[in-house]
């Protein structure tokens, strides 16, 4: 490493795609030194990730990058092969991808997958590697059991892990991350930045996060750059940019963050309620659900809830908790060991449910790019479930209603001719949402629905449902690990660990008085709070 240049430097860095004339990115330019957290922030389809692929030379043949300067360690990789490359990807910089589901190989145990990524730079015994490899899945909060399992086996929340920990596997001189923490719980998260944090004062560890997390960049960044449209807007300190924000779209991200509300979000509608005020009845209701998998890890031990009708009901804690095993046996999707699920008085089952049953629940995955189909265009996955339950007939109604959808969830209308690879991570998951509303359910089940959103989008996403329980008395099931986001829409919450639940009860009382302290220790992880305890970020 030559500590005479930065880590790394893009110079008027533009991108073409084959096929359009105006540039994905234009004259984006930026640097990372040794030591330095740099935090590029924006709303999904900014350029964010764009531009971090193209600093690394992993963009698709079809883009065409242009640059006055591409420099790793201050040397010129614009021109290198991927060979060449491969000497510097692993050593001197680690990546971080956005989706884990989709980076990690499903029929290769987790360590091994570790294992290859130290072997591939470095001479090391069988012995030796295997406790490296262990030593570097427990530095990003993962108990040694996951070294035998598979990734279907995992939360999506320890997939990120997996890969943040493949990423540090040859300790690398600059972490470039994108969007590392939005698939984990604050006390993981935490651990994790601390632990990044550290290797910046020790070893002049520089990080280029891509992040929606405002809080995130505003706690650990020392510089933020903002981008709209594949252009850099503003750059500056993060505590100037925070505190004096030149640009009015840059104060508009920092007001949508979770953290710049203080109540919860209010429907936007105005005049009476079109449909009655939800009675206190139970619409949702399991009982004893208990849930073992192959590998032995017991997802749900006794597990059970009540979701009235019309309310918003959170299911939080650590990833590996056990919260979307629940929501998937809530939705019919996964059958229980043992216990019951009813919905309005019918059982819910995995197998043989009523077509009306099928459609009163819907469900909003964690990950977008495995739920979507990539052969078909945006407007056939939404219209998808108009025509399997027989709600809209004709063609000419199911564009119209698509038409309705998208606007709903803030997507353009000119994306539905759009497969889900030429869409941003937000865009996808705002296409699942809309094809799960699209059914006019009872029930949305939503897995961490808007994890993957930026601060903006996930405003709008949020107060989307809130203005559509108002109208139509919907109910939800809303399984998050963003306590932030648990204080702007939850009545009720319900707090897991290890399976198990831990607490339960209207979300006022949960989080400004929590009885139980692993429900404390969460809270306080929240950006911006005292660390807990190293003994919490593990899943047990």
Known sequence: MNAQHPLLRISELSVYYRGHDEPSIEQVSLEVGAGEFVSVVGESGSGKSTTVHAALRLLPSSARV?????????RDISTWSDRRLSRLR???????PQDPGTSLNPVKRVGAQVLDALRLHRRVESGPARALALAKLELAGLPARVFEQYPHELSGGMKQRVLIAIALANDPALL??????????????????????????????????VTH????????????????DGRIIE???????????????????????????????????????????????VLLSLRAIS????????????????????STHALVGESGAGKSTVARIAAGLTAPDGGSVVLGGDAVTSARRSRDLRRQIQFVYQNPYSSLDPRFEVERIIAEPLVNFGLVGDRAGRRERVTELLEAVALPDDLRRRKPAELSGGQRQRVAIARALAARPRVLVLDEAVSALDVSVQAQILQLLVDLQ????????????????????ADDVTVMRAGQVVESGPATQILKNPEHDYTRRLLSAVPGTPVPDEDLVRVM
């Open 176 to 209: 470039v991350a994108d969007e590392p923490t939005s698939a984990l719980d604050v006390t993981v998260q935490k651990h994790i930045l601390d632990h990044l944090a550290s290797l910046r004062e020790e070893l002049g560890l520089g990080i280029l996060l």
């Open 90 to 96: 692993g050593p001197f910089v680690g990546f971080v």
């Open 291 to 310: 849930k073992r998998f192959s590998s032995g890890v017991r997802a749900a031990d006794s597990v059970s809830l009540d979701i009235t009708t019309g």
């Open 66 to 74: 242009q640059a006055v300067a591409l420099e790793l360690d201050g």
């Open 213 to 228: 997390d405002l809080d995130v960049a505003g706690e650990r960044s020392d510089r933020m750059i903002v981008m709209r």
């Open 235 to 281: 750059t500056g300190s993060t505590r100037t940019i925070f505190e004096n924000a030149r640009e009015e779209y840059t104060r508009s991200l920092l007001a949508a963050a979770p953290s710049a509300h203080r109540g919860r979000l209010e429907p936007s509608v105005r005049g009476p309620r079109p449909v009655p005020a939800p009675a206190e009845e």
């Open 470 to 489: 108002y109208r139509n008395g919907l109910t939800y099931l809303f399984i998050t690990h963003d306590l932030g986001v648990v204080r702007l829409i």
